[in-house]
């Protein structure tokens, strides 16, 4: 036996049990939810049979999962900009000798460790109708009664506020990091040339931060497809679907009308969405950044 | 996907960009102000569970204050249970993501061999399709294998985690090249030569790592909520919904109780811990 073949050996020894548990975990269950999609659920009378494209057509057909893309892509446009923006916002601050510093950094961050299902709960209060905290501030402006998670026209909006809040202090400290890493050269010979601060952060600082953006939207962009727990607590996808996102769409029929296949089905667009960020982030956005 | 950027050495000359005088007021009255706002929902959850539930929303600076919330939740649900079995849950996954992922970055940082590559971009694609995007049919998998409602059955999906991988794969590479080869020739086994000399160093990245995988796994979600549904299995956050729920009947001021409880042992480690917290955070770049 070569070195080489030795060294084979050995490799693989010691990456089969991870390999074992991924291809049980992800590899299988992505493929599964391929083949799947071509079948019917079974039932107890009916076997599972082969479908061909019915699933895909009663997809298209389905107004509901047009909803939950419609809703996860405002889903998306609501946090990923606000939340980057503030995020920034936040890192600058807290980079600057403010007073209070590590207090307000420890502030921006909390969101970050506590259970969104544990924080879901506190804002489905503030967003309570009449007696919630929001609508108390509301109506001592003597402003209009809403009813925030009840009405279709701001449901989306308060789910998107809570998202928010809760990322915006973790995608911080990514810029906090790279914003301690610019040479302070930079500053220095900004200042001379008389730049203004506005101009030194357009021109200067922001495409130098441009790694960590990309880094931190490809982070937000998963996020907006993985982040349900707290639709399960504030709104369970309702009014009238009018919070349903894809991944809680897959689990309501995967889990509540336990129609396998056609969650199977969802699976692969959420996949297919999955693999397009992927290839966005690999093919395209790497190209286009300035790296240090 | 790179992890973040490392954070440097803080700057000891003065930046000229630095606010200073009114802007520099202007900018901590802001940063408060957003400080405050972002602490709100805690501060809130604290006054009403220290408070009786009719104080939930009068705010009254000197309103009696009590630990009934607290006894009355924890008797309510048995949080001891879910305590348990979080605290289970955690330990399992952490041992077994750190065993396999050793295994696994070890591999992939230093022997070159037949089909490492594929291997490890197999690895990586768990980094985009996140087990919460199998649920359906790693249901049907613990099904089969006879697993719904253990602890296993929640822990299983994550147990190899690529993100870990990932990270000491990056961090043993940064191990030289000649402590291990100097190690070999004392006659160290590759497996010694690893515990040895690759896994000490590698120290304050299993640190990082560690804590950022407890956080997540203390407040997952969705996938413990689908495969668990007895008592005997449930962890915290599921407990916690299943009290909380509207129809419950269970009044503000004693569900805020259980929600401070459940986040309680995090958000302690959190404040005392803070420095490392954040620089692990910062250090693993993703969850």
């Known amino acids: ?292 | 996907m790179s992890a973040a950027p490392k954070p440097g050495a803080a700057t000891t000359r003065p930046d000229p960009y630095a606010p200073r005088g009114l802007s520099l007021t202007l900018e901590s009255v802001g940063a408060i102000l957003l400080a405050i706002l972002w602490v709100l929902p805690l501060a809130y959850a604290v006054w009403a569970a220290i408070h009786p539930s009719e104080y939930t929303t009068r705010f009254e600076l000197f309103a009696p204050l009590t630990l009934d919330n607290f006894t009355r939740a924890w008797a309510a649900a048995p949080f001891a249970r879910y305590f348990m079995n979080t605290f289970i849950l955690v330990t399992f996954i952490l041992a077994f993501q750190l065993v396999l992922g050793t295994l696994a970055a070890y591999a992939l940082a230093r022997q070159d061999f037949w089909g490492r590559d594929v291997a490890f971009a197999l690895i990586l694609a768990q980094l985009m399709i996140m087990p919460d995007a199998l649920i359906v049919e790693n249901y049907r998998t613990m099904t089969r294998l006879g697993l719904v409602d253990t602890i296993p059955a929640i822990a299983l999906p994550y147990i190899a985690s690529a993100f870990g991988i990932f990270l000491l794969r990056q961090t043993f590479k940064t191990v030289p090249k000649e402590l291990d080869d100097a190690a070999r020739v004392e006659g160290a086994s590759p497996l010694q030569v690893l515990m040895k000399v690759y896994v000490p160093l590698a120290r304050p990245t299993y640190i990082a790592y560690g804590l950022v995988s407890i956080s997540y796994h203390w407040n997952n979600f969705l996938w413990p909520l689908i495969i668990t549904n007895s008592v005997e299995s449930r962890p915290l956050t599921v407990g916690l919904q299943i009290f909380s729920s509207p129809d419950q009947g269970v009044d503000w001021a004693v569900i805020c109780a259980a929600t401070l409880m459940t986040s309680a042992p995090l958000l302690i480690a959190f404040l005392i811990f803070q420095r490392q917290f954040v620089q692990s955070f910062m250090r693993a770049g993703i969850r």
């Not at chain 1, 209009?144 to 998107?160: E, M, P, Q, R, Y």
């Open chain 1, 1 to 292: 036996m070569t070195a080489y073949q030795r060294a084979t050996v050995h490799g693989w020894l010691l990456l089969l049990p991870a390999m074992s548990c991924l291809a049980l975990f992800t590899h299988w269950p992505a493929v599964a939810s391929i083949i799947d999609s071509f079948y019917s659920t079974p039932r107890p009378r009916r076997p599972s049979r082969f479908i061909g494209l019915d699933n895909y057509e009663a997809m298209i057909a389905d107004p509901i999962f047009w909803r939950a893309l419609v809703n996860n892509f405002w889903f998306a446009v609501g946090t990923i900009p606000l939340s980057i923006g503030l995020a920034i916002l936040m890192a600058i601050w807290v980079n600057d000798r403010i007073k209070g510093q590590s207090l307000v950094r420890m502030a921006y961050f909390t969101p970050t460790i506590l259970p969104m299902i544990a924080v879901a709960n506190i804002w489905l209060f503030f967003f309570t109708p009449q007696y919630g905290l929001i609508e108390q501030v509301v109506q001592l402006f003597g402003g209009n009664a809403t009813n925030w998670l009840g009405s279709g026209d701001t449901a989306l909006f308060a789910v998107i506020v809570v998202a928010v809040w809760k990322e915006a202090g973790f995608f911080m400290i990514f810029y906090l990091a790279a914003l301690q890493g610019i040479s302070p050269s930079l500053g220095e010979a900004a200042a001379i040339e008389g730049a203004s601060r506005w101009y030194y952060f357009r021109r200067v600082l922001f495409p130098l931060l441009m790694p960590t953006t990309l880094f931190v939207l490809i982070n937000a962009m998963i996020n907006a497809f993985r982040m349900v727990d707290h639709i399960v607590v504030m709104t369970k996808g309702g009014p009238d679907n009018a919070t349903i996102l894809l991944l809680y769409y897959i689990y309501q029929v995967g889990f509540s009308f336990w129609d396998t296949a056609y969650a199977a089905t969802l699976t692969c667009v959420l996949l297919a969405l999955l693999a397009i960020i992927a290839f966005v982030q690999y093919g395209w956005l790497e190209r286009r950044i300035h790296y240090r």
